[in-house]
């Protein structure tokens, strides 16, 4: 059997191979409190990151890299568990690895310093299913978080920063890693970004159907960098009347993608399928330059004087928030993973949240007000 949707824009149908939906679960208790993360404050945290990936498995003594950068085309699943040092040995956003060199000596990492990958546990697409289920009811909101990480990141960095993302938001519900396979590679970035094209259809497959059987209250759907070329492709394959893949919010934060074809082609599908859609984007963005050097035209995450502006779309200039040295990297941001958490977690509007408003040709978009520089 195949199930046939019908790209946007006019174009010829896509036939996708049917989609073998697990059973839903029996629907279990939920908890009246939201999910905690106080021991942080003193102690490390194992977080639990529930991985879709289109990665090829390889055995590793190395939890970290049991997925590899080469693309099996077909997606499988995995739960992972991600150890999170506690905030007074790193801050708000940082990221401590264990060092290469204590590695290659076969030193073990540190639980009170250091992020890294404890266990990665292979499972198929019912359990997984049940697996999301089990961990929604362990939480107050009920909300599944969808993460699809950006060029030049390995399984191992793409699970940390997963882990980290959801800790430092505070996030009350269930993260669901999408990891497509880029080569973790800064010279590898045409490579990765057919990989990214070709992970969305898979993508797809994950948020029509594996996700909603475990019977989230909502789901989130976070990209970063070249993940929104990934949400990009999944739209390109969905029309506005597939009622199947629905989100509360779907945040692009740093989009790697052209402006002109999300603004003609994607926002439209994307807005008849989500509550909300955010975009946070910088002028101070030497990745997003550098990308469009390569690709010769706007890069939607890029601000300044053609900052993407558009109605339908919250824009937010994070031009002012501290990100990594290329200024592409927000999550390490305090204030920005504030911004996030209340977005994504409270489903605050940006008027109700701590930014400040710019008109523009009619329009409104919102600023930072930014880090003491």
Not at 270 to 275: E, K, R, S, V, Y
Not at 294 to 301: A, P
């Amino acid at each position: 059997m195949t199930a046939t949707l019908f790209a946007c824009g006019g174009r010829a149908p896509v036939a996708l191979p049917a989609l073998i939906v697990p059973p839903q679960p029996a629907p279990l208790p939920r908890t009246d409190l939201p999910r905690s993360f106080a021991v942080l404050d003193s102690g490390a945290l194992r977080i639990t990151v529930l991985v879709a990936t289109t990665r090829r498995a390889i055995s590793s003594e190395r939890p970290g890299e049991r997925f590899t950068g080469d693309d099996t085309d077909s997606l499988q699943f995995a739960t992972v568990t991600v150890n999170v040092p506690p905030y007074r040995a790193r801050g708000v956003g940082e990221l401590p690895r264990p060092s290469s060199f204590a590695a290659a000596f076969g030193s073990a990492p540190d639980p009170k310093r250091d992020f890294f990958v404890t266990s990665v546990t292979p499972t198929d697409s019912v359990r997984f299913v049940q697996r999301i289920a089990a961990d929604l009811a362990t939480t107050r909101s009920c909300d599944v978080l969808v993460f699809v990480h950006g060029f030049n990141v390995s399984f191992d960095d793409a699970a940390v920063r997963a882990a980290q993302v959801a800790a430092d938001m505070s996030f009350d519900g269930t993260l669901v890693l999408f990891s497509w396979p880029s080569a973790g590679s800064v010279t590898s970035y045409i490579r990765d970004l057919q990989a990214a094209r070709n992970a969305g259809f898979h993508l797809l497959r994950l948020v029509r159907g594996i996700v909603p059987a475990a019977q989230p209250d909502r789901v989130h759907l976070l990209g970063h960098s070249m993940g929104a070329e990934v949400i990009g492709k999944a739209a390109a394959l969905v029309t506005p009347a597939d009622s199947n893949a629905r989100f509360a919010q779907v945040v692009l934060a740093a989009p790697d993608i052209d402006a002109r074809v999300f603004r003609r082609e994607l926002l439209p599908v994307l807005m008849a399928h989500a509550q909300r859609i955010t975009l946070y984007a910088s002028n101070d963005d030497e990745a997003l330059r550098a990308s469009r050097a390569v690709n010769g035209v706007w890069r939607l995450g890029l601000g300044g004087d053609s900052l993407t502006v558009i109605e339908g779309l919250d824009t937010i200039d994070a031009t002012r928030v501290r990100a990594d040295a290329l200024g592409h990297t927000l999550f390490g941001n305090a204030g920005f993973l504030s911004d996030l958490a209340a977005l994504i977690g409270e489903g605050k509007p940006p008027s109700d949240r701590r930014l400040l408003a710019v008109q523009r040709g009619g329009l409104t978009y919102w600023r930072f007000r930014g880090d003491a520089r």
